[in-house]
């Protein structure tokens, strides 16, 4: 059973690119959770999605950030015009429920912006 | 906002020895408590969680206490072993399905 997938592992983008991050939650796990993690940090949740609906964003920042989880395919966080400080490991998280169930996270992508 | 304090930051014993890490959160609505594992450029493993219907929980050498009236629940490892090294995470449900993580616990297993 292929766990927690998430794409690419490592991602280097310059000021001012777009970062695409994917996320396949395991097989049966309707729900995704994206989290943020600076170093030396704990994670911080970011946004809360089912399929085809985003349930809380409130931990995204409003500008240039965006998620989708569609029907078909896997779950995309997507940052607009990086900047340094969005270098970070962002981690996916999903569960077969909502509502308290247990989350399993992928192995995050590590952004670096140049 | 919800928030959870973990303490200590960073933790040193000699293998065989007993490591415990403890955390205090502010949601008392909170009824799930998970610990996680990150080794270094790892994912977080969940190694042990718990929930507000019981007071403690053991796997093995692994086991999580948990008082709701003083809001604090405790990672305890027994025996430890070199390979037990990684920085620990308490966690704790904020709402119905936001997990909020402590800063870490940097642990350090001696041989």
């Known amino acids: 059973n292929a766990g927690v997938m998430q794409n690419p592992r490592h991602l280097v983008r310059r000021r001012g690119q777009e970062a695409r991050l994917r996320c396949s939650p395991m097989k049966g796990h309707s729900h995704v959770y994206w989290y943020r993690q600076l170093p030396e940090e704990g994670l911080k949740f970011m946004v809360y999605?089912?399929?085809?609906?985003?349930?809380?964003e409130s931990g995204m920042p409003k500008e240039r950030f965006s998620a989708e989880f569609p029907k078909e395919g896997p779950s995309i966080l997507r940052i607009q015009q990086v900047v340094r400080g969005d270098s970070a490991a962002y981690f996916c998280a999903s569960s077969p429920k909502g509502g308290g169930d247990t989350q399993y996270f992928g192995p995050g992508t590590r952004l670096t912006v140049l | 906002g919800e928030n959870v304090e973990q303490h200590p930051s960073t933790l040193s014993v000699q293998e065989g020895d007993s490591a415990v890490i403890k955390c205090t959160y502010s949601d008392s609505a909170s009824n799930y408590f998970p610990w996680y594992k990150q080794e270094l450029g790892k994912r977080p493993q969940l190694i042990i969680d718990i929930r507000s219907n019981v007071g403690e929980k053991k796997d093995q050498r692994i086991a999580v206490t948990l008082n709701k009236t003083a809001k604090h629940f405790s990672l305890h490892i027994t025996e430890t072993q070199p390979e037990d090294s990684a920085v620990y995470f308490c966690?704790?449900?904020?709402?119905?399905?936001?997990?909020?993580f402590g800063k870490g616990t940097k642990l350090s297993v001696i041989p």
């Open positions: 999605l089912q399929k085809e609906n985003i349930i809380d």
């Open positions: 966690a704790f449900l904020a709402g119905s399905y936001q997990l909020t």
